[in-house]
């Protein structure tokens, strides 16, 4: 049987999400076997590639890189999860939409300026700061979501119960235990 070809990719997170994964522990050797991890913040892949199978996306829609990434990553790939509340509802880094639709600069000035205890000036260079979209979005604004994995982050054991489901083929559903916090 072919390997799935597996991803992961980090948009606006705190990374814990992968943390999370990485929990996964023993569970990540046992998968090893049926899967290619094709591209992923742990492994060094440069470019998203064509045909994947499954990708986790962590974080929400932050700025202009996240939603180039986004739509690129759902034109090659089969099945995306909303991996996390960050991507699912937009979560923490969606708290500075409160600050209204001006809220990019806003959030600039606030870091770079108000914050800075030496040299204030915001980065302009191209490639340091990339342009902060007017509003924070969750993945499922911007592109179709297959399946959603909440939690903050999501529990190691609800994360193999998915990967589990899918890699038997069939329909993810989480349920009972599997939805349990704690
Ligand atoms: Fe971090 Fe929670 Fe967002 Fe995951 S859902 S990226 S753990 S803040």
């Not at 929990?23 to 991890?37: C, K, N, R």
């Not at 932050?62 to 759902?74: A, G, Q, S, T, V």
């Not at 969750?138 to 909440?150: C, D, G, R, S």
Request: with cysteine; proline share 8%.
């Amino acid at each position: 049987m072919d390997r799935l070809k597996f991803a992961t990719v980090w948009l606006g997170g705190c990374a814990g999400c992968h943390m999370s994964f990485m929990d996964l522990d023993e569970f990540l050797i046992d998968i090893a076997d049926h899967i290619e991890l094709v591209y992923s913040p742990v492994i060094d892949v440069k470019e998203y590639p064509h045909g994947v199978d499954v990708c986790l996306i962590e974080g929400a829609v932050c700025n202009e890189d996240n939603l180039e990434i986004l739509h690129k990553i759902r034109r090659r790939t089969r099945v995306l999860v909303a991996f996390g509340d960050c991507a699912i509802t937009g979560n923490v880094p969606a708290i500075r939409n409160q600050l209204g639709l001006k809220n990019g600069e806003s959030v600039l000035q606030r870091a770079y300026l108000e914050g800075a205890q030496s040299n204030p000036g915001i980065p302009r260079e191209p490639g340091i700061v990339p342009a902060l979209l007017p509003r924070v979005m969750p993945v499922q604004e911007a592109v179709h979501i297959e399946y959603y994995l909440p939690g903050c982050p999501p529990p190691a054991d609800r994360i193999k119960a998915v990967l589990a489901q899918l890699l038997a083929g069939t329909e993810p559903r989480l349920t009972g235990a599997q939805l349990k916090f704690g």
